[in-house]
């Protein structure tokens, strides 16, 4: 079975950095596309980055310049580096595997296109 298990939130100041880790397994790692999402209390699930089909990537606006997403294929795992961080990126943060098709909307990627999620994990961010 898919199993997708992320790692390497925690909590930093304002300015600090992390890097966020998705170990996957269960299935072909290149069979579904892989993204980031998060969630802060109270608002809903959005999407932080992508990697589309055809290798190129996708970025929220609100973290472009800022997170870079990555994969390594031979690991199959996929990574979130988060530089420059703000309080408002605190949130559980999600990695998620599906049949996502590379459309990235004002509102992000469609949630329904991921079939597959992980557990999640706490990035906490002080000012």
């Known amino acids: 079975q898919v199993q997708l298990v992320e790692s390497g939130g925690g909590s930093v100041q304002s300015g600090g950095s992390l890097r966020l880790s998705c170990a996957a397994s269960?299935?072909?790692?290149?069979?579904?596309?892989v993204a980031w999402f998060r969630q802060a209390p109270g608002k809903e699930r959005e999407g932080v980055a992508a990697?589309?089909?055809?290798?190129?990537?996708s970025y929220a606006d609100s973290v472009k310049g800022r997170f870079t997403i990555s994969q390594d294929n031979a690991k199959n795992t996929l990574y979130l580096e988060m530089n420059t961080l703000k309080p408002e990126d605190t949130a559980m943060y999600y990695c998620?595997?599906?049949?996502?098709?590379?459309?990235?909307?004002?509102?992000?990627?469609?949630?329904?296109?991921?079939?597959?999620w992980g557990q999640g994990t706490q990035v906490t961010v002080s000012s």
């Open positions: 998620a595997a599906g049949s996502y098709g590379g459309t990235w909307y004002p509102s992000g990627p469609i949630i329904a296109d991921f079939a597959y």
């Open positions: 990697i589309n089909s055809d290798g190129s990537t």
């Open positions: 269960g299935y072909t790692y290149s069979t579904y596309s």
